[in-house]
């Protein structure tokens, strides 16, 4: 089979976070497939086609890359930030193993990218030093049973969390609902970072504490750091205070 196929991350926003491989697989595409405002980050190219879709139509997107390589075209799948954290890069696997048996055979390349937690995390300090989780928010892909269970085990086992998808317009109370769970865990004082749109123009870090963390601070843009007991806060006078968890943790 001629055709080949990568999934790239695109990092978070700002070109220069788009590792130099990424931008050689991009380049080298006969066919870009993703979400409209990701494919919107990638610079045009002569003779390349652009098969933008809606961000939720990720099934039928894995399946139409898919095709397309087994075609012959050098199909290149776009994410933000890494492809395999909460994005294309499993659902092009999904395709792969579901759909026609000749795709195994095709030239598949995962190429990695700056997941949103990193970019957050080295803007605020370094939160993610010692056992951190990532966990998605949102319960579009499985119940909120689910959700909630693994916050409060996550948190419970002392993890810092980094939560992606905190809210959106059709979920605006999840967040709120996810703090009060977390508020008898967790002490009031354990820091609580919204980074939005980390890397772009618009960017905005609100650092803050569990006691106080106002959901209306995030938007889907946004990641949502929860620390750990062991995560510090560096008061700074007139400047954000950095937050960073120590590489070591004392027996309890
Ligand atoms: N694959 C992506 C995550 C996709 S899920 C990655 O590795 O980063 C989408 C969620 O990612 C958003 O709801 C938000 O929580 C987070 N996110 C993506 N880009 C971001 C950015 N520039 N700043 C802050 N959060 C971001």
Known sequence: MTGQLAIVGLGPGDPRCLTPQAAATLANASDLVG???????????????????????????????????????????????????????????EAIETGEPAWRALDIEVVPGISAMFAASARIGAPLGHDFCALSLSDNLKPWAVVTERLTAAASAGFVIALYNP???????????????????????????????????????????????????????????IGSATTRRIDRQGMRPWLYTPRGESAS
């Open 35 to 93: 979400y409209a405002p990701y494919l919107a980050r990638v610079p045009g190219r002569p003779n390349q086609r652009r098969h933008s879709s809606d961000n939720r139509a990720e099934r039928e997107r894995a399946h139409h890359a898919a095709a397309l390589a087994a075609s012959g075209r050098c199909v290149a799948v776009v994410s933000s930030g890494d492809a395999g954290v909460f994005a294309m890069a499993s659902a092009v696997f």
């Open 167 to 225: 809210r959106s317009r059709a979920r605006p109370w999840q967040l709120g609902t996810a703090f009060d769970l977390l508020r008898p865990i967790l002490p009031a004082t354990t820091p609580v970072a919204f980074a939005t749109a980390v890397t772009c123009p618009e960017e905005r870090i609100d650092i803050t504490t569990l006691g106080e963390a106002d959901p209306e601070l995030a938007d889907m843009r946004t990641l949502v750091l």
